[in-house]
């Protein structure tokens, strides 16, 4: 996903009445992990299953693969946005995640990102790409083979959790 498309609303602001509730009523989430099984899990079997995303209808699609490398690589994005406090799929210096993954061993023919951000698990981070129309398609993608979830936390945030998954086929 580029940085141009639009992102899920994480934070809702519902006014009902006179109440209003604002993020600063939201628990605030700032540790979290990846269970790698876990996390694999959850999104063979969202991909297993036909999904709607959006007005998309998206066919079931083959089992990803954990990638090492692409790990390394959402580790490194999820901790530069935790540190430099940036929600974006381009880094304040410009890296796309295409960039960032060119900078490694992982030679690819295609390459995707999801980001999420605030999710304390791995669950409702996979349950917020499924709900989001073009994280969807990303994740529903059956040019895609390899995947891999990285999540850090980081109190001093605005999100307090980021979440990046990349996507990848390799040559």
């Given at each position: ?92 210096d410009g890296r ?69 998954m990349v996507l990848g086929?390799?040559?």
């Amino acid at each position: 996903m580029s940085s141009r498309s639009s992102l899920r609303p994480w934070v809702a602001v519902v006014f009902l009445g006179l109440a209003c509730v604002t993020a600063a009523d939201a628990a605030f989430h700032t540790s979290c992990s990846v269970q790698t099984q876990e996390a694999l899990r959850r999104i063979n079997a969202a991909r297993a299953q036909a999904q709607r995303c959006g007005w998309r209808s998206m066919p079931p699609a083959p089992p990803l693969h954990w990638d090492g490398t692409l790990q390394t690589v959402a580790a490194r994005h999820s901790r530069d946005m935790a540190a430099r406090n940036y929600f974006d799929h381009r880094s304040p210096d410009g890296r796309t995640v295409a960039e960032r993954v060119q900078a490694t061993p992982y030679k690819y023919r295609i390459v995707g990102e999801n980001l999420a951000g605030g999710d304390p698990h791995v669950a409702s981070a996979v349950r917020g790409w499924i709900e989001s129309p073009s994280h969807c398609a990303n994740l529903m993608d059956p040019r895609f083979a390899d995947v891999a979830v990285a999540c850090v936390g980081d109190r001093r945030s605005q999100w307090g959790t980021y979440w990046t998954m990349v996507l990848g086929r390799r040559r």
